[in-house]
């Protein structure tokens, strides 16, 4: 069995391990888990359609022990990205993209960070032993990393992670909420028109649980066979998630489509009055006089269609000045393997990228 020791252990190349391992200037075991083509922080490539929308302006702004600790750093990292990284990217509507508007740009920027202090092994971690992490090698053959501090950031179990298991995370006696799909489409129980498939409606989309609203948002929905798409949609899993946490599970979805936002103005028009032959063929029949459409959630889909996941470990666990374990000093948790859930716009990977470079400072 091979035995590797190291100063920081960090599990996962994703944007907050990605990060740690660049701004921690300590000897550094950076450990991915093997696999085809592979390739580190393999997510920032298809984020955003292939155009990263990494960050938001608004990352920090709502209150939480976490936003305390990383505002401070804000600044500073967006500088680091600009002038140290050389890496220009443009604001539209308060998000952050690439200014090639490719995700690659990002990506191969960050890669190119990494310093000769980090060396990238191929692994799957298992489980924690003490002070020892044990991995299958690309072999498949179980090895021990023996390390200092242990940085988990190992993401939720969305999009490609077929083969999940929380061994890593119950070795380490942490406790968590288990992942569930989110920011991805919802199936609902009313029957979806066959006119109405495959066809795009913009509106306040408006979620209901019993009478309180819990998200409202201007957008553009998209009528799936089973169900709701749509970015406004993906976003109010999250307010859904929320609600069915607190056993409030009657959740009804309006969408009112006389009534829209011009999203660079701000500004709503409602229109009182429209001619029946306004409308677009495949609605004609639904048309209702109020004009909205009302649904109710059934389920959301699969983790494969879902491009975070709700749930992780608890904060309550953390003591988020350097995200360490309350009860184990040297083993910390970042990016979205924490129980922090955001909606789309750059906040998730803008959260995991702040998390890895704040705390691979704190590291040093
Ligand atoms: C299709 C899609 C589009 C997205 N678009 C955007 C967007 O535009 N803007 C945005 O803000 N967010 C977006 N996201 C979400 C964002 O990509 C993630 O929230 C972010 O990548 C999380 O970063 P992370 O470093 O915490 O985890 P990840 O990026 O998930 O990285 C975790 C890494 O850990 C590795 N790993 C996991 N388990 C183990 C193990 N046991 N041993 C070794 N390695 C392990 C994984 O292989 C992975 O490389 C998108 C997600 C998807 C799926």
């Known amino acids: 069995m091979e035995h590797l020791s190291c100063q920081n252990l960090i ?4 944007p907050a391990g990605l990060l ?61 990205l600009k002038e140290e990284c050389q890496f220009p990217y443009v604001i ?9 508007n490719r995700a690659e740009s990002l990506h191969n920027t960050l890669i190119h960070q990494l310093g000769s202090n980090t060396r990238i092994i191929k692994g799957l971690a298992l489980r924690n032993d003490n002070d ?8 498949g053959k179980e090895s021990i990393i023996h390390y200092q501090h242990l940085v988990v950031a190992t993401g939720g179990r969305s999009y490609d992670r077929e083969h999940f298991t929380y ?13 569930s799909p989110a920011l991805c489409p919802i199936k ?18 408006s979620v209901y649980s019993s009478k309180d609203k819990i998200y409202e948002e201007y957008g553009e929905v998209l009528f799936k066979k089973d169900g709701l798409s749509g970015i406004c949609i993906m976003n109010s899993t999250i307010a859904i998630h929320e609600a069915l946490k607190k056993k409030q599970d009657d959740i009804q979805i309006e969408i009112n489509y006389r009534e829209v936002k011009d999203l660079s103005t701000g500004e709503i028009t409602k229109l009182e009055q429209v001619s029946p032959f306004a409308y677009p063929q495949f609605m004609k029949e639904k048309v209702t006089a109020d ?35 309350k009860k184990k000093k040297n083993i910390h948790f970042i990016g979205e393997i924490l129980d922090d859930n955001y909606i789309c716009g750059g906040y998730n990977m803008g959260h995991a990228l702040l998390e890895g470079y704040v705390l691979g400072k704190k590291l040093s």
């Open 188 to 205: 609902v129980k009313e029957k979806i028109p066959v006119s109405f498939v495959n066809q795009r409606l913009k509106g306040k989309v």
């Open 291 to 325: 004009g909205i459409l009302r649904f109710h959630f059934m389920d959301f889909y699969p983790f494969k269609e879902s491009q975070v996941s709700f749930g992780g470990v608890l904060l309550s666990e953390l003591d988020s000045e350097d995200f360490s374990f």
């Open 20 to 80: 740690c391992a660049i701004t921690s200037n300590g000897d550094n075991i950076l450990l991915e888990k093997p696999s085809k083509n592979f390739q580190l922080a393999k997510r920032i490539l298809v984020s955003g359609n292939g155009r990263a929308n990494f960050f938001n302006q608004d990352l920090t702004s709502t209150p939480s022990p976490i936003h305390e600790v990383l505002r401070p750093y804000e600044k500073e990292f967006l500088q680091y």
């Open 167 to 179: 061994e890593l995370l119950d070795s380490l006696n942490v406790e968590y909420e288990p992942f």
């Open 11 to 14: 599990i996962g190349s994703g």
């Open 92 to 100: 539209e509507h308060g998000l952050y993209y690439p200014y090639f």
């Open 132 to 139: 020892e992490l044990i991995y299958l090698d690309e072999n």
